[in-house]
T-cell receptor, first 112, second 113 residues
Framework: RKEVEQDPGPFNVPEGATVAFNCTYS??????FFWYRQDCRKEPKLLMS???SGNEDGRFTAQLNRASQYISLLIRDSKLSDSATYLC?????????????FGQGTTLQVKP | NAGVTQTPKFRILKIGQSMTLQCTQD?????MYWYRQDPGMGLKLIYY???????DKGEVPNGYNVSRSTTEDFPLRLELAAPSQTSVYFC????????????FGDGTRLSIL
């Protein structure tokens, strides 16, 4: 089993819809996880950090469920511009290397 | 504040040629990373560095070399380019310590023909 797994999608939703992605993980006692957004042929950009208490930024809400070992990303009132691939990431092991393990990404397509 | 800067943005190489992908960051980050991303695939770690003078292999290091003579710069070298190295290469950096996000450069798109 991969340490970080995501449903690749694509998730096709109409504008204005609410959509949620999950990312399951294993082998982590980490206090923080991350959601990145990656547009086609562009670099990943940090969307949100996810801590035990969750995180909210405008239309985006991220939560951590330690018992079931997953993090979630909720997007409300989807915009066409939200179309992208969303990567989740967690720290690699316990060594202080700063390495992250990335999921394969979930593709979101918002339709007019 | 430029962040992480990669050059060149695009390059076409012939099989067997060599080149160096440049990466520099101005955030005084100790930790730096090189990834490759093939079409439709995830990020694969090639090499990383936890500080000047220290480098280590990631999951796909074969065919590549790195050096870290300064905190700012982390070049990636391809010695004998092969078609399998056609990919998009991203450099990233992070601040000291666990639990920090990585910040990415905008990538180098490399084709080997």
């Amino acid at each position: 089993r991969k340490e970080v797994e995501q449903d690749p999608g694509p998730f096709n939703v109409p504008e204005g819809a609410t959509v949620a992605f999950n990312c399951t993980y294993s082998n982590s006692a980490s206090q923080s996880f991350f959601w990145y957004r990656q547009d086609c042929r562009k670099e990943p950009k940090l969307l949100m950090s996810v801590y035990s208490s969750g995180n909210e930024d405008g239309r985006f809400t991220a939560q951590l469920n330690r018992a079931s070992q997953y993090i979630s990303l909720l997007i409300r009132d989807s915009k066409l511009s939200d179309s992208a691939t969303y990567l989740c990431a967690k720290p690699h092991g316990s060594s202080n290397t700063g390495k992250l393990i990335f999921g394969q990404g979930t593709t979101l397509q918002v339709k007019p | 504040n430029a962040g992480v800067t990669q050059t060149p943005k695009f390059r076409i190489l012939k099989i067997g040629q060599s080149m160096t992908l440049q990466c520099t960051q101005d955030m005084n980050h100790n930790y730096m990373y090189w990834y490759r991303q093939d079409p439709g695939m995830g990020l694969k770690l090639i090499y990383y560095s936890v500080g000047a003078g220290i480098t280590d292999k990631g999951e796909v290091p074969n065919g590549y070399n790195v050096s870290r003579s300064t905190t700012e710069d982390f070049p990636l070298r391809l010695e004998l380019a092969a078609p399998s190295q056609t990919s998009v290469y991203f450099c990233a950096s992070t601040a000291l310590g666990q639990g920090q996000p990585q910040h990415f450069g905008d990538g180098t798109r490399l084709s080997i023909l």
